[in-house]
């Protein structure tokens, strides 16, 4: 799960201040649910590492800084 997330982290630092949207953050873990997915991000949000900026479909997620 850890993997995962620092999967993550490291394709929204390569993005950089443009970010990401949830259906570019499922091409990173392929085999992976959007559920499973969209969990990932809430814990990556909770714990301060990354955040969404628009909503739905058209949000985008960050890392934080």
Do not use: F, I
């Amino acid at each position: 799960r850890e993997t995962e997330k620092e999967l993550l982290l490291k394709h929204l630092r390569s993005v950089g201040a443009v970010g990401a949207p949830v259906s570019e953050l499922l091409q990173v873990l392929k085999d992976r649910s959007r559920g499973h997915v969209r969990a990932l991000l809430a814990e990556l949000r909770d714990a301060g590492r990354a955040r969404n900026s628009g909503t739905t479909k058209a949000g985008r997620w960050h890392v934080e800084p």
